[in-house]
Every structure is written in C-alpha cells, then in structure tokens.
C-alpha cells in the first residue's frame, strides 16, 4: 500500500488529453516538491516533471504538471500510442524521512 | 553526461545478504548538490524507495526495511552500494540507483535497474 494515490489505469484516445492525479497528506506532497516519472515497458523510469511543474531538457510541452495543497496531477495532451506506459509520481515524506512514491498509473492509448 | 551502472550476484539464497554496486561515470553522484538512491521494484508491481546517502554520511531507510538495510558510498571510486541482509522472496525484485538533488527530492539519472531473485 503506496504512501501516495494513484488510480490504477487512464486511457484514452490518440491526440487527447489524459490527467492522472496523485494524492497525499501534509507530510509529503503538501511540503514537499513533486516530481513524475515515466516506466516504458521493461526500461526504468525516466524523469518527467520535477519541481511540481518544471520539465527536465529534452521533454516536450505536451507533458505538464501542477500541485495543489496535498495533491498533485500530471497532465499530457496530444496523446500518441508512444505515451503508453507507466506513471508515478514521487516526494520527499518528512515524517517517514524517506522519499516515497504512488502505487502507479498504467495509461493505455486505445 | 551522467550514467549510473549497477551490479550485483542476480541470485541469492535465502537468508543471506545481498550486496549490489552503483558506479557512475561522466560526473560526481554525491556531492553538496546531490545524493544517491536505491530504489527496487517487484515483479509486476510498482517502485520502492530503498535508501537514500548524502554528501555527509548522512543516511535515509524506508521503515520496513530498517535494520536490514545499509547503504554506503565511496566517493573516491564514485560508487554507492547497499546492503540487505536476511534476504527473502519478497525482496526479489529490480534494484535501481538514481541520483537525487538536494532540495527537489527529485531523481535523475536512473540506472538501467539489476534483477536479484532470491530463491534457494
């Protein structure tokens, strides 16, 4: 049982936009920076956004990210068939003194 | 640019100690800027912060783990490695490294991940 909430699955269509949501507690998320990541089929994860809201080099625009109190979403637009993967979100947990991440999110692209 | 490599026995009896390696090359993974991180993931489940080290010694432990687990860092040979004793099945999975940045709390690079299954 993840520290964090993700739903299990998203889908949706080519070229629409998706939001997976992460939920948390004021130890976490509601002190602490946000960051996502992205698990392609059998590679590691891959950093997508970072600093709630920020996208490393080499990510493009149609990944975003915003937090709200205890709560963060990932947003990703204009959806092609290459974004089915896995989706986590991750924080810094000061009551635990660890970092700790959401169960997960697998978005299918039907 | 910065890539993480680790290694590891890929099997282990149960009840032993897993020992496994991060090496970097092409920069520093622990410096005041960064720490390094392990981080395993079962088979077919999702991701599990192990332990964390920063530029000081100073050392994070996920609680279900504490006790079993250490991680330690030799900078002069630019590698972390972590240790897990009194291995069961239940800790057959991927183990990543990853360096994090201090005050993001945020993971970057990963290495490609290395299996250890536990089984007699």
């Known amino acids: 049982q993840s520290v964090l909430t993700q739903p299990p699955s998203v889908s949706a269509a080519p070229g629409q936009k998706v939001t997976i949501s992460c939920s948390g507690s004021s130890f976490n998320i509601g002190n602490h920076y946000v960051s996502w990541y992205q698990q392609l089929p059998g590679a590691a994860p891959k950093l997508l956004i970072y600093?709630?809201?920020k996208r490393p080099s080499g990510i493009p625009d149609r990944f975003s990210g915003s937090k709200s109190g205890t709560s963060a979403t990932l947003g990703i637009t204009g959806l092609q068939t290459g974004d089915e993967a896995d989706y986590y979100c991750g924080t810094w947990d000061g009551s635990l003194s660890v970092g700790v991440f959401g169960g997960g999110t697998k978005l299918t692209v039907l | 640019q910065l890539q993480l490599q680790e290694s590891g026995p890929g099997l282990v009896r149960p009840s032993e100690t897993l020992s496994l390696t991060c090496t970097v090359s092409g920069g520093s993974m622990i410096t005041t800027t960064y720490w390094g991180g392990w981080i395993r993931q079962p088979p077919g489940k999702g991701l599990e912060w192990v332990a964390a080290?920063?530029?000081?010694?100073?050392?994070f432990y996920t609680p279900s783990l504490k006790g079993r687990v250490t991680i330690s860092a030799d900078t002069s040979k630019n590698q972390v490695s972590l240790t897990l004793s009194t291995v069961t099945a239940a800790d057959t999975a991927v183990y990543y490294c990853a360096r994090g940045q201090m005050g993001h709390d945020c993971l970057d690079p990963w290495g490609p991940g290395t299996l250890v299954t536990v089984s007699s």
């Open positions: 600093d709630n809201d």
């Open positions: 080290i920063n530029h000081v010694g100073g050392t």
